[in-house]
């Protein structure tokens, strides 16, 4: 027997299909920045990354952080964090409608209070065209906004037809010191770039690069390598930490609360 939470996770993937093929339709492949070996992304000064965390014992509520960073010297210039409201369930394929509405709401203050630090291009914790429909939360997010982006994942999201694996990849890093990036396919299309991090020659476990919006796969894979310190390209890095001290935060507020009652 179908349950009402059932039934309405199903209304839901039927009405976010459609959205979701409809907002696809306005995706733009377009490059809008240009790269150069001798010169790499002439006339970008600002980046955006956008990450957001979960607290412990609830559903409720996440954390978003996003923060503005100078390129090329990857100097912070802006962070803030909003702790937002979560009404949609987990649903696997539509996370984008789940999170983009705290994405949006932070992207908003930022238009409202510092203009001046909109980014040229924003550097996503999540996918871009490495999903099942092509349309991850980076695509979602660029299309919103009508600006260029980037998913970047730490984990590789399994789909059916994909070309390999994480354990197969990962074993290919290792093995290999001079691999830089390995193309993912997914039945016939190159949709991503599983990355070598760039945290020393011992650093094998690759991050999975894939374009958003406004952005080609080579603009997005070089565009991540010049960002990045660690694994993790700076500007998701930078945010993700930040997000996780508020969590820890609200966490401990959240436990005070109940020993209390």
Known sequence: MTTSSSKLNSNSTVLWTQTQAELLARRDPTDRLSFTPTAPFPGLTLIGGVDISYPRNTTSTAIVALT???????????????QIPITEPYISGFLAFRESPAYLAAFA????NNPELWPQVVLVDGNGTLHPRRF??????GVELDIPTIGVAKNLLYMEGMTVDAKELKHMFKEDKTLG????GVNGD???MAVRPTAGEGATNPIFVSPGHRVSMQTAVELVRCCSRYRVPEPIRVADLHSRVVVRQLEEELEASVSAK
């Open 190 to 192: 190159v949709c991503a």
């Open 68 to 82: 503005i960073l100078s390129y090329p010297s990857l100097t912070q210039l802006y962070l803030q964090t909003h």
């Open 109 to 112: 203050s930022l238009r409202t």
């Open 181 to 184: 990036g390995v193309g993912i």
């Open 136 to 141: 991850g939360s980076a695509c979602h997010l």
